[in-house]
């Protein structure tokens, strides 16, 4: 991961209105953002894409997980998961 990618996803991992917000809650739980990456079955590159999406919106919560899970590669059952119970 270079610098500005880790820049990135920490930055946008300080509002919950990014994806990156959720990201950063879960390295925490499996190490590290190369170990997160390979536990979503993304690349790095595809995890900081994942990361600068906007999260899901309450009231179109499916639908924004299809989109996003569709744009990084991942199923929408495994962005649900990581997303989880929000707000």
Excluded at 14 to 26: G, I, K, P
Excluded at 40 to 52: M, P, R, Y
Excluded at 71 to 80: C, F, H, M, R, T
Aim: proline residues 2%.
């Amino acid at each position: 991961m270079t610098p500005l990618q880790e820049l990135a996803l920490i930055r946008c991992g300080l509002d919950r209105t990014f994806v990156a917000w959720y990201l950063v809650r879960r390295v925490g739980k499996v190490g590290t953002w190369n170990d997160l990456a390979t536990s979503l079955g993304l690349t790095i590159d595809k995890l900081v894409s994942l990361a600068l999406c906007k999260a899901p919106r309450q009231n179109f919560r499916e639908e924004d997980i299809h989109v996003v899970a569709a744009y990084v590669g991942i199923s929408d059952a495994a962005l649900a998961d990581l997303i989880g119970n929000m707000r």
